[in-house]
Each structure stands twice: as structure tokens, then as C-alpha cells.
């Protein structure tokens, strides 16, 4: 495989893959970047004996507003990144979509014990650093947006503003390329 110079956003996460600016068009200039991390728990949230390796997908709007990277480096580093495939900034809002496997592991009670923990990281990291609070979204990714109820807001409107179908397709090709949902 061809390998090409990426950023370093961060010196705990390793860009594989980025894309500076829109390729394609899909909602308001989304592109994407992956990063991969160690995690030390499975899926079900439990310690590991050995570190794995986790790919996580980041999805920019037209401002590939870096302002994220800190916030996911601070999930990093409480423990709570193992859990979420992709995570994006859009309009002061952050959503961020649960793996397939940890959806189907963690009961409800755990979903929500797990998204007050995240919410709270989150908040931390944007008040301390940039004097803002951003609202937060969770999806999964086994939800599917040509079966939601008219008028239900789902997450992936919130991740990319576009034709759901579109969307729904786009992390799809994200997933499969990049194993963000392992």
C-alpha cells in the first residue's frame, strides 16, 4: 500500500488516513480522517491483558475544525474511546456513534451510564479549553435511517447534513474500508 505523509494531529493518536478538504459532495464539505489509538478494554467495556488496536473515524465538516482532537484524546485517556467507531464536530455539536459490537454488548443502563460519562469528558475538555459547551448525539451503527419513524431525528443527520440514504451509505464505505466498527 502506498503510504502518504499524514498529519499529526495528536501524540497519542496516529493518523492513517486524511482528507483535508471535501472529496465528493456530500453535506455541507464532509470529509474524513482515521486515527487509530490503543485501547485497553473489549468492547463490553472490560479490562483487556494486552492493548488493542482501534480505529476510530473522524468526520470534518467545511471547517475541519480541529477543536475535536482534544476531546477525543481526553476519551483516550478516561478509558471511554473503545466504544465509538466515528465522531464528528458539526455547528457547536458533537455527535459520536457507538460501535456495532459495544451496542449490542452494553445493556441500556450501561449505554447511558457510558454517554453521561462521555458527555461529561466532552464538556470538560470544551469549557476548560475554549469556554464553550457543545451538545452531544449518540448513534449506533446499526441503525438504519431508511426505517426510522418520519419526523424522528436520527443521528446521522446530526453527523452530516444530507439525503439520509447518502449518509447512511457514506460511514457505511467508512466502516467497511477502515474496520471502525470492530
Keep these: 500500500m502506498l503510504q502518504h505523509d499524514t498529519p499529526k494531529y495528536s501524540p497519542h493518536l ?3 488516513y486524511d482528507e ?10 464532509t470529509h474524513y480522517s482515521v486515527v487509530q489509538a490503543l485501547s485497553w478494554r473489549s468492547n463490553k467495556g472490560e479490562l483487556r491483558k494486552q492493548a488493542a488496536v482501534q480505529n476510530v473515524a473522524i468526520i470534518w465538516d467545511e471547517d475541519h475544525d480541529e477543536r475535536i482532537i482534544p476531546c477525543v484524546e481526553a476519551l483516550l485517556m478516561a478509558g471511554l474511546l473503545h466504544a465509538i467507531s466515528m465522531i464528528g464536530e458539526r455547528k457547536g455539536g458533537v455527535t459520536i456513534v457507538f460501535n456495532s459490537m459495544s451496542a449490542a454488548y452494553l445493556s441500556e443502563d450501561q449505554k447511558s451510564a457510558y ?5 461529561k469528558v466532552i464538556n470538560d475538555v470544551v469549557e ?3 469556554e464553550d459547551y457543545w451538545s452531544i448525539t449518540f448513534g449506533e451503527m446499526t441503525e ?3 426505517l426510522a419513524k418520519t419526523g424522528h431525528r436520527i443521528f446521522h443527520q446530526s453527523l452530516i447534513q444530507d439525503d439520509v440514504q447518502k449518509i447512511e451509505t457514506y ?3 467508512i466502516n467497511n474500508l477502515w474496520a471502525v466498527d470492530s
Excluded: D
Design 144 to 146: 438504519t435511517p431508511s
Design 171 to 173: 460511514i457505511r464505505n
Design 14 to 16: 496516529h493518523c492513517i
Design 20 to 29: 483535508t478538504a471535501p472529496t465528493g459532495q456530500i453535506g455541507r464539505g
Design 128 to 130: 476548560a479549553k475554549y
Design 115 to 119: 454517554r453521561e460519562e462521555v458527555e
